[in-house]
């Protein structure tokens, strides 16, 4: 790796480090170069703004997500299976890290943080259209999926369970009520499951896309977290307003 490069890979686990445990607002890019011993004109060399950086750092996450769906699938021989082992592996909230999900949520998924969104999601769709491609032949081919153009369902299912991802995500970002949340994310989980299985004319109940538990324990994580957020901003603001 060149020098710039393992610089620009710092630059961005710093940056991530501390937009987890500080908070994407609170960080700024002072913060960033202090912590690394970096030059202004380093940072200005590799990105033009802080969100340019978090939007590194999401498509990096992504290409990551891509690689582990991959790896996932390799040795699986059923098309079922290797289907079930891609869908879990490929959000970027599948990872069990809730810091990072809480940041990507909270900005990625507001009101102007589409292009981002976009952005990433055409990095996940370059990085498994062909694998997903793979998956289809060998369903078509043992009689567990029924599909006539295998390219196009490919992209066709991929931004499908990519609307799934964000309906996901866009509830982990504004329901408040943990009994919402987990009621929430159990139906899309139940009405995607099936949507998918119709679109491939699979066996009812082998589409799998997430355990249900995990994406309980991760709406948890993030809800737990959000509230300490607050407890400890609204601290904060007592102790300023009495200092």
């Keep these: 790796m060149k020098k710039g490069d393992a610089r620009r890979e710092e630059l961005l686990a710093t940056a991530e480090r501390l937009f987890c445990t500080k908070g994407y607002e609170k960080t700024s890019v002072q913060d960033i170069l202090d912590e690394m011993g970096f030059s202004k004109g380093g940072f200005y060399h590799h990105f033009d703004s802080k969100l340019a950086v978090l939007e590194a750092i999401c498509q990096k996450r992504a290409q990551e997500s891509c690689a582990q769906a991959k790896e996932a699938v390799a040795g699986l021989t059923s098309a079922v299976d290797q289907l079930n082992a891609l869908f879990h592996s490929a959000p970027l909230w599948s990872g069990g890290q809730p810091g990072f999900v809480s940041l990507l949520i909270r900005v990625a998924y507001r009101e102007d943080g589409a292009l981002m969104r976009e952005k990433m999601k055409q990095s996940q769709f370059d990085g498994l ?51 919402k949340l987990m009621d929430g994310l159990l ?50 603001g007592r102790e300023n307003a009495g200092g």
């Design 187 to 236: 139906r899309r989980l139940s009405v995607y499951r099936a949507a998918i299985e119709r679109f491939l004319l699979a066996p009812f109940g082998s589409i799998v896309l997430f355990e249900g538990r995990e994406l309980q324990l991760l709406a948890r994580d993030i809800l737990r977290g959000r509230i300490r957020e607050r407890a400890d901003a609204m601290l904060s």
């Design 129 to 179: 259209q062909g694998v997903l491609e793979e998956i289809l032949q060998e369903g078509v081919r043992t009689k567990a999926f029924f599909v006539a153009d295998v390219p196009t369902s490919a992209t066709l299912l991929l931004r499908l369970y990519a609307q799934f991802a964000d309906e996901i995500a866009f509830l982990l970002a504004r329901e408040d009520s943990e009994e």
